[in-house]
């Protein structure tokens, strides 16, 4: 495979401690964010005329898992069109060969802040409901798709009012874990604090019990034996009550125009916030609650799944060459399809 790519096109800048070789068309990077999936960058698109983010995956072909990660990544990326999920805008590489073929960027559009940021703000009830229910709607497309979404502080964004998530994705079984990262979320936005900081995975289990009080004999039964142990050797706590956890102090003045109460948003994360899974509230359930659905809206919360294009994302086994020459005609049927007018200047939101 070899393409006409004129390398009059591309540059190459250091943002951060990572050297991007870039579009001519994207000016003034800045280093936003970085972690185990790649390292982002606001940019300006001179043909957009618009602020976007460019993501270049770190080191996608590193070995099996990082490539059938990075190929995981982009199909569905290319395949989620929805107002409160970031939209994919291009995928390039600068190299001109797979052959040469090392480096994956992906630009996305830039939201204006991230939930460290909202935390701060003075959050009345309409607009603390109003951003849980577009995370939901969000969610909720993605689990049309078979789509867990791994819900994590430096992944949520706002965008001109909009709740917006951006997505460490991956295909999934247990739907209602992403309700449990909304209700932390939602307890971080009203208390202004992490409720479970925990240190690491063990010292993270003992602050939830220590808060939500010590599960049921019928939970335990349900965790392998190891963990099981580890858990009925803790001392057992009572835990507090969600009166106690979320005091009306915390909470803004009750709303007249919707409505909306303290005792409804305490309510809501009492359901949410269950440690186990079957007696969690769904997602379709916290959209029905009382708090959520004074914003309910058929069109974004019914909007079509997204069609996943590779019916074996799966299952899919491959070595580090197959998955890059995989990724690879990933991109470039982007950019055939950009070329051939299928993709916009940015996709068309559904809802």
Not at 18 to 45: H, W
Not at 49 to 63: G, M, T, W, Y
Not at 183 to 198: T, Y
Not at 206 to 228: A, C, D, H, W
Request: glycine residues 4%.
């Amino acid at each position: 495979m070899n393409r006409n790519k004129c390398e009059k096109e591309y540059y190459s800048i250091d943002v951060g401690d990572s050297t991007f070789m870039v579009l001519k068309r994207y000016q003034n990077l800045r280093p936003i964010g970085s972690g185990a999936q790649g390292i982002v960058c606001s940019a300006y698109d001179h043909n957009l005329e618009r602020n976007v983010a460019i993501k270049k995956l770190s080191r996608p072909f590193q070995n099996q898992t990082h490539a059938k990660r990075a190929y995981r990544e982009l199909v569905l990326m290319k395949c989620v069109n929805h107002k409160n999920i970031i939209g994919l805008l291009n995928v390039f590489t600068p190299q001109k060969t797979l052959e040469e073929f090392q480096d994956v960027y992906l630009v996305m559009e830039l939201m204006d802040a991230n939930l460290c940021q909202v935390i701060q703000m003075e959050l009345d009830h309409e607009r603390l409901s109003y951003l849980l229910y577009q995370m939901l709607c969000g969610i909720k497309h993605l689990h049309s798709a078979g789509i867990i979404h791994r819900v994590r502080h430096t992944i949520l964004h706002i965008y001109r009012s909009h709740f917006i998530l951006s997505y460490e994705i991956t295909r999934y079984h247990q739907p209602n874990i992403d309700v449990w990262s909304v209700g932390c979320i939602m307890a971080e936005m009203v208390r202004g604090s992490v409720l479970f900081p925990g240190t690491d995975h063990i010292d993270q289990w003992n602050k939830v019990i220590e808060q939500l009080g010590t599960p049921s004999q019928e939970f335990l039964m349900k965790l392998n034996q190891s963990v099981r142990t580890y858990v009925e050797n803790r001392p057992r706590y009572a835990g507090y009550s969600f009166e106690k956890l979320f005091p009306d102090v915390l909470f803004p003045a009750d709303s007249e125009h919707n409505k909306l109460k303290a005792s409804q948003a305490r309510d809501l994360l009492s359901k949410m916030l269950v440690i186990d899974a079957s007696k969690r509230i769904s997602v379709d359930e916290a959209l029905q609650h009382p708090y959520i659905n004074v914003w309910y809206d058929p069109t974004e919360v019914e909007a079509p799944p997204p069609v996943i294009t590779d019916k074996q994302l799966d299952e899919r086994e491959h070595t580090v060459e197959e998955w890059k020459e995989l990724i690879y005609k990933e991109v470039l049927d982007w950019e055939e399809r950009t070329k051939n007018g299928v993709i916009r200047g940015q996709p068309a939101s559904i809802g």
